[in-house]
């Protein structure tokens, strides 16, 4: 069974930490399935879309273009899952088959941990913090550029976490 090698969203490669592509057979018919392991900045990117021009690269060398919907599908890890119907002029010959009573669908997220998606690419949050500080460090923040700020808290922060225990 081919496997994905890669894969474009919308004109851009997207880094994928595992997949599973398949095609669903149900009652109600076929659809082409993928689902995917990515990082939390990806999902963040991607996951309000409705649909998405999709450019999948197979391991055995085929290559699938369609319209993909994306569909909410719930995990401990940030997940894509795109699905289209088939198309009846594209060959799915190595794909693999999971019908609707089938019990075993691919476990993406084996092996995998949140702590090693963020080793490959960290999201970053905002936060607003309220501090009772001495009026004299309240204007020296007011002056410092947002950048600087970051960059400070962040090392702060940084070092205080090396120190805490385990």
Known sequence: MAGMKSINLDGEEIYVFNSAIYIFESSAGCTLEVD????????????????????????????????MFLKAVPGELPRLSLFCELDPDESYESILRIGEDHQDFPD???????????????????????????????????????????????????????????
């Open 36 to 67: 995917m392991i990515v990082s939390e900045v990806t999902l963040r990117k991607y996951q309000n879309r409705e649909s998405l021009i999709t450019e999948i690269e197979l391991e055995d060398g085929g290559l699938i273009s369609s319209f």
């Open 108 to 166: 993406i997220e084996a092996d995998i941990t949140l702590e090693e998606i963020r080793k490959v690419e960290m999201p970053n949050e905002k936060i607003t913090l309220k501090l009772n500080l001495p009026i004299s460090q309240v204007e020296w923040l007011k002056d410092q550029k947002n950048k600087e700020l970051n960059e400070l808290f962040k090392e702060l922060l940084e070092g205080y976490l090396e120190r805490q225990p385990k």
